[in-house]
């Protein structure tokens, strides 16, 4: 496991980074229907968004605007709710598309899916039977073609530990899930879009190198930002972007 230091406070060491051409209506559209508190909001000088934000005690960052069409990064998010059906019809409303309206799960789980307007994905759930743990408000989700090998990637890199991995009788990756740090990502085989992550570690310089030497493409070096996070950013061979930090301190 990581060590859990140099990350800022509210955040864990995971935290999904969405990148829409149309980021103000998704900021709202979270509002809307999730309850999404804004913690943090600025505009850049063409024009861009970047927004923090809380769902229950799961921080998000969305960024973007037109400068990004093209480099969008969407995602796959599982929000745990009070009541799913309730949800569900709220994310309808505030202008979400369903994907499955809500039923009972045999994996105990009272279950719905949107997708919002930029494209990601929301699988909204309520516990309804025993569980496997307490789970956070709002875990990431990677749906990906040969996920056994991005997960020994995620090892490999982030010292990803398995918490929970389920196979079809044929080998065929069902559901995992994995801890990064005190962080979680879940994982299913499939197609789906390149994701991006802000990874809060304790030290980026070395987490960066084994990431590269792991086999992902550096996109930059790890560097001191004026908002005081020592950042570097790497690509892995499926597309994802990880923004690999630590936080210093405010500047």
């Known amino acids: 496991m990581l060590t859990i230091t140099g990350i800022r406070e509210g955040y864990t060491t995971v935290t ?11 900021i709202e559209f979270a509002k809307q229907a999730f309850g999404a508190v ?20 799961s921080m998000l960052m969305f960024v973007g605007g037109e400068m990004v069409r093209g480099q969008e990064k969407l995602t796959a998010l599982h929000i745990y709710v009070p009541d799913t059906d309730a949800a569900y019809r709220q994310a309808v409303a505030a202008g979400a598309v369903s994907v499955a309206t809500p039923e009972d799960k045999p994996y105990g789980e009272r279950q719905a899916t949107v997708k919002d307007l930029a494209g990601n994905l929301w699988y909204i759930a309520t516990h309804v039977g025993p569980t496997d743990g307490a789970r956070r408000t709002v875990t990431p989700s ?3 073609r040969n996920a056994f090998q991005l997960i020994d990637f995620l090892k490999a890199a982030f010292n990803a530990t398995e918490l929970g991995v389920y196979k079809t009788p044929e080998g065929r990756l069902i559901y995992a899930a994995l801890g990064v ?4 990502l879940e ?8 994701s991006a992550f802000y990874l809060y570690v304790q030290d980026a310089d070395a987490v960066y190198k084994r990431a590269v030497d792991a ?10 930002q004026p908002y005081g996070d020592r950042v570097g ?3 892995d061979a499926w597309g994802n972007t990880w923004y690999i930090a630590t936080y210093l301190g405010p500047r």
């Open 38 to 57: 804004i913690t943090h909001q600025t505009k850049g000088p063409r024009g861009g968004t970047h927004c923090e934000l809380r769902i229950g005690d």
């Open 16 to 26: 999904p980074y969405v990148v829409a051409v149309e980021v103000d209506r998704l």
């Open 142 to 144: 990677l749906i990906r």
């Open 233 to 235: 950013g790497i690509e």
């Open 215 to 224: 086999g992902a493409r550096s996109l930059y070096a790890p560097a001191d």
């Open 187 to 194: 994982m299913g085989e499939g197609e789906g879009s390149p």
């Open 181 to 184: 740090g005190d962080g979680a």
